[in-house]
């Protein structure tokens, strides 16, 4: 399942969003191009069609295609924007006068879109005939979609509407009544999702869901609510289903090393298209925008950066050979010559900084300060292959790898005082980039050893968001101080409202929604 489309018919996305009764001709025939929600979930082609379209939920413009990377990476302290487009670097600050700005709408809607395509699998697919084992895996992996959207809804929005139907005029899904109740949906996704998943894929299946990525997300949400045991629990379980890093930490962000060793959910992604970019149908664009979004001047739109701190943070330590951390290099575009970086022109990571058509920072903007003093992201770019950036990247996200679970297995241990089984899991991944491995700790000690080392393996893959939830660290005004020292735009933050965005305006009016706190 390398591509969504594949086995997706342009009428199928269409019907899915709205499954209101189609227009018939004067001689009362059905019209073929828009078939209604009674005529069309009969076999098990229509089931697998209808499951695709849920999958292709993941690539609209407010999930992994484009908006999520703002909501999570420009909105934490990793990052921030500098667009010239002022509503989108207000929405990165937390600061929202039109709640129903295109991003945060977006956002929100598009979500739901994704939600609604996978209810209408699980209200649908039961009542198909067809086999049983195929029909159990459709639902466990709609079971994951909903749950992983409404993750995202949760982790942005706090108090999402729980719609578990699929849409119609006469449904009104509550909005919910708290955020433990979200997780609850979540959690009980998920663990069908386990029992229904295969646990490895092959040929054009490879790319679904999982059991390991019902697993590692249901660990997650428990990492997300500081129920350590629970979350160790299904950490150890992946533990064991064969996952191993990749040799090449780079592998983990190239089109060409996709669904490799270390993968356990990737949303997949294509370059080629026959449609316009934003559009959702088969036969549209099924590319990952955020390397355009995130690209150099010149060769992308640059509206979402880095923060200079990150490159200090890779500087803590070094290599066994007394080199600087190689992940440095992967991680993020920047010119050498940086006003006290110490450069080292045998040093592996100073040999790696070409940036499109073989040139450096420094070549690149030699009578530009200001852009060459810029931190730029490099995960997820395509300047390994090509010579500018686009809206068409082939490149898959990866939303969870296994290097997350073997750190948050690690955090949920030393939360409960096994501070000693926790050090080994690190050191699996600092050996991989020839790190010395860590000896003996304090739990308190490891606690801050570990937040180091999720930036180092972690920054810019959509986890430092959640970090700081679950840290507390968005909670209180001395842990938004702490963040102001890395991200000036944390003076704008307001503690008790900006921790999650504002629902749109229009869904509050008409849905009569109760707005979050503040906003």
Known sequence: MTT?????????????????????????????NAPTTESFWKTEADALKGLTAAYSGLQLNGTYRRWIHFGYDIRSDEGFSSSPWPELQNF?????TDYDFEVNRDTWANHYQAVNRANQVLSYVPTIQMNDKLKTRILAEAHFLRALNYFNLV?????????????????????????????????????????????????????RATKGAATALLGKVYMQQRKWAEASTQFAEVMKMGYSLAPNFYDNFRHTSENNSESVFEVQFVGEYSADRDDDFAGASEALQRSQFFGLPG???TDGEARPWIITEFLKERTTAGKKDPRLATTLFFARSRAGYPVDPTD??????????????????????????RVYWRKYENDYWRDAEGYYSPINFRVIRYADVLLMQAEALNEQG??????????????????????????????????????????????????????????NQAGIDQLKTRDADFSLFVVGKSKYLPIPRNDVNIAQLQQNPQW
């Open 92 to 96: 990165t600050k937390t600061v929202l």
């Open 4 to 32: 969504y489309k594949t086995r997706a018919f342009a009428i199928l996305a269409s019907c899915l969003l709205l499954t209101t009764a189609c227009e018939k001709d004067l001689l009362n025939q059905p019209n073929p």
């Open 299 to 301: 060769k992308g739109w």
């Open 155 to 207: 982790e942005l929005y706090g108090r999402p509407v729980l719609a578990t139907e699929p849409s119609s005029a006469d449904y009104r899904p509550p909005q919910a009544a708290s955020e433990q109740e979200v997780w609850n949906l979540v959690i009980a996704d998920l663990q069908t999702a386990k029992a229904g998943l295969d646990e490895k894929y092959t040929g054009a299946d490879v790319g």
């Open 418 to 475: 096994q501070t000693a089984a926790a050090i080994p899991l690190i050191n699996q991944v600092r050996a991989r980039v020839q790190l010395a491995p860590l000896g003996s700790m304090s739990q308190s000690d490891l606690r801050t050893q570990i937040m180091h080392e999720r930036v180092t393996e972690l920054a810019g893959e959509n986890t430092r968001w959640h970090d700081l939830i679950r840290w507390g660290l968005l909670d």
């Open 348 to 373: 592996p990571v100073d040999q790696d900084q070409l940036a499109y058509d073989k040139m450096t920072l420094e070549e690149r903007f030699k009578t530009d300060e200001y852009n060459r003093n």
